[in-house]
């Protein structure tokens, strides 16, 4: 049997305490107060089963720690094979997983380890289309806090399975100044030197301006790490880089998608981001087949 860390993305952590809390919270859900009440009766106990968890699209695989510990969660008798791991390209039709154990406890595991293996290869999917259209320059493709309740981390992982890099977890990462923090601080300056003067010395600031002329603000301030360009134009980009001549790190936000990530990155910004890689991401299709 293989355990959920074996085919963990070999350049991405995902702690076991993670994968345990959200498959017990995927299975209470689905569970209930009487369990499978269909496998329950119209499967014999004894009876063992074996079943292959199959691509049905070409896409980046990830989620199979998630999948792997739901099986074994229902039963320690579920005997897994992975022919794959986490951030794996696969083709429609390839065989991800093999699972041989008690038939009830496959059946009953199924729609769970479906859930994460869709949603969370769906997620590591379309950031490698992001990351594949940026090829050739420096830019780095980052996700954002638009992810759903309770499964950040999950997300943030299968971003990382993509190819892509996570901006802050939450709240307590980084100083994030936005728009409607400059407005209620009183000004670009106020508010950079209190986030200064509060910041400890690993703490990152970054400040958030719509217009090349709040970018000279910050820049004259020597105060921020880096600035976030909120939904600027190309054409807007690409004089953001000019004024700041390397010296502070530019992430776009903003209006980030497919269609115009190549753009974006040849205006020479270091990073872009876009919540559309966990808040919009359309579901990998795969499927668990069970083998006469």
Do not use: W
Request: glycine content about 8%; some cysteine; aromatic content about 4%.
């Amino acid at each position: 049997m293989i355990t959920p860390v074996s085919v963990l993305h070999p350049g991405a952590f995902l702690s076991p305490l993670a994968i345990e809390e959200a498959v017990y919270r995927a299975l209470d859900e689905d569970l209930g107060r009487a369990g499978d009440i269909t496998s329950l009766a119209t499967i014999p106990e004894a009876t063992r089963a074996q079943a292959v968890l199959v691509a049905r699209q070409v896409g980046v695989i990830a989620g199979l720690p998630l999948a792997l510990a739901t099986f074994q969660k229902l039963s320690p008798d579920i005997d897994v094979q992975a022919h794959v791991r986490d951030g794996a390209k696969v083709k429609s039709g390839e065989h991800v997983l093999k699972i041989s154990g008690p038939a009830r406890a496959i059946l009953t595991a199924e729609r769970t380890a479906l859930n994460f293996v869709g949603r969370l290869s769906g997620i590591a999917t379309l950031t490698a289309d992001y990351v594949r259209r940026t090829e050739g320059s420096k830019m780095r493709i980052c996700c954002t806090r638009k992810t759903t309740p309770g499964l950040r981390a999950l997300e943030k992982y299968a971003v990382r399975c993509g190819g892509g890099f996570n901006h802050r977890f939450g709240l307590d990462d980084a100083i994030l100044i936005k728009d409607n923090h400059i407005a209620v601080a009183g000004g670009i300056r106020p508010v950079l030197e209190r986030a200064r003067a509060h910041a400890g010395h690993l703490v990152k600031i970054e400040i958030e301006v719509d217009t090349p002329a709040q970018l000279r603000e910050v820049l004259e301030t020597g105060l921020a790490d880096a600035v976030l360009l909120d939904n600027m134009d190309i054409a807007t980009l690409r004089e953001a880089v000019r004024l700041a001549a390397g010296r502070i790190t530019m992430e776009a936000s903003g209006g980030v998608t497919l269609d115009s990530i190549a753009e974006i990155a040849e205006t020479g910004v270091d990073y872009a981001s876009s919540g559309a890689l966990t808040h919009s991401v359309p579901n990998f299709d795969c499927a668990l087949d069970i083998e006469a």
